[in-house]
């Protein structure tokens, strides 16, 4: 038999490319690319040869050029934007990779540049754009905290909106945390973490101190939204499969004018009670087909995390799937219950503007 044909190609970088910054930390991004594509790349200041395949030395290129642009535009990349970007490639072969994962649906904050690592991705960011209501639902790691926080931070930025209002149901994970030392304000602020953490990663810690102080952002137990009516907010529950029916019902009628709310939860990691139900879970049924809602399914395709997680998740749902789930039900001695909403509450924002006055 004939040898097999391979296709060496010199691909030479635009003038100017930080080159350092595509190619990753100790040529880290090169090498996954020729891990998924079976291609050999290799470097020379600002021009790269590629051997391999035909097809696949053509894929390098093109995935090559575009990231190059993209870095070239400030976006900073990292080993998972290169990673979706080969994911990207192989779900939608014939749009280009700013088509795909950029394009308006790029998000700037005063940190950084997010962009959409998957369609859904895009999709959630455009319906977020698009609608008052979005109940984005799917697994850990698919960026669904993580997006709404670039959208509202980004808003808040704009002028868009005049505060942040975040919020989490107090459910333990599983642990009991009544004997932990310190106030209630100490025993529920950790639930609060995970917002506070996504917050910093999009501006400056100084800064984002600042607009908690003054009100501007604010970070409390769901149970605080309960009488209050939130205009011209950007509005985010988080983990909000562990919102009760009825807190769901009170938190989404919070909703005032001018404002935008996120919903996001993992209706595979509940961890209320056995005889609660989930309000994501019952929300799905109740608000399908309002206009002016919209929901958006994650799956595994989508997680943004280490590449193990994926794996993790298609081996849960195939666990599941052949019946062998371990029980989901416990003694009720033994099952956590909700912590009291008791919580220091956020220093109170100073007089604004009615809702309806300009910016």
Not at 238 to 250: I, Y
Not at 253 to 272: A, E, W
Not at 291 to 299: E, L, P, S, V
């Amino acid at each position: 038999m004939g040898e097999t044909t391979t296709l060496v190609r010199k691909l030479k970088l635009r003038e100017g490319t930080d080159t350092a910054a595509l190619f990753g930390h100790h040529d880290r991004h090169l090498k996954l690319i020729e891990e998924e594509l079976g291609v050999r790349l290799s470097a020379r200041g600002e021009e790269l040869t590629l051997d391999g395949q035909p097809e696949a030395t053509r894929q390098a290129e093109r995935v090559l050029l575009e990231l190059a642009n993209l870095t070239n535009e400030g976006i900073s990349l990292q080993p998972d934007d290169v990673t979706h970007a080969l994911s990207a490639l192989r779900s939608a072969p014939d749009l280009s990779l700013r088509d795909t994962l950029s394009s308006a649906a790029t998000i700037v904050t005063k940190k950084r540049f997010v962009g959409p690592k998957s369609p859904t991705q895009k999709a959630y960011i455009e319906a977020i754009e698009k609608h008052d209501i979005v109940i984005a639902i799917g697994p850990a790691g698919t960026g669904k905290t993580y997006l709404a926080m670039a959208m509202a931070v980004s808003a808040l930025i704009k002028k868009e909106v005049s505060r942040i209002i975040l919020a989490r149901p107090a459910v333990e994970a599983g642990e009991k945390l009544g004997f932990l030392p310190g106030d209630m304000y100490e025993k529920v602020n950790p639930y609060l973490r995970p917002l506070y953490d996504a917050l910093f990663d999009m501006m400056d810690m100084e800064r984002a101190n600042r607009l908690i102080e003054r009100g501007d952002i604010e970070i409390a137990p769901l149970a605080f939204m309960r009488g209050r009516t939130l205009n011209d907010s950007f509005v985010i529950l988080d983990e909000a499969q562990n919102a009760t029916a009825e807190q769901m019902k009170m938190f989404l009628t919070r909703l005032g004018f001018h404002s935008k709310v996120v919903v996001t939860g993992d209706i595979t990691q509940i961890d209320l009670p056995t005889d609660r139900v989930s309000g994501l879970i019952q929300v799905k049924d109740i608000l399908h087909g309002i206009d002016g809602i919209q929901f958006i399914y994650f799956d595994e395709k989508d997680v943004v995390r280490h590449r193990l997680v994926q794996d993790i998740i298609k081996a849960y749902d195939r666990h599941q799937s052949a019946g062998q789930a371990a029980p989901t039900s416990r003694p009720a001695s033994s099952r956590p219950s909700p912590p009291s909403a008791v919580h220091k509450p956020v220093q109170s924002a100073p007089a604004k503007r009615p809702w309806g006055q300009s910016h």
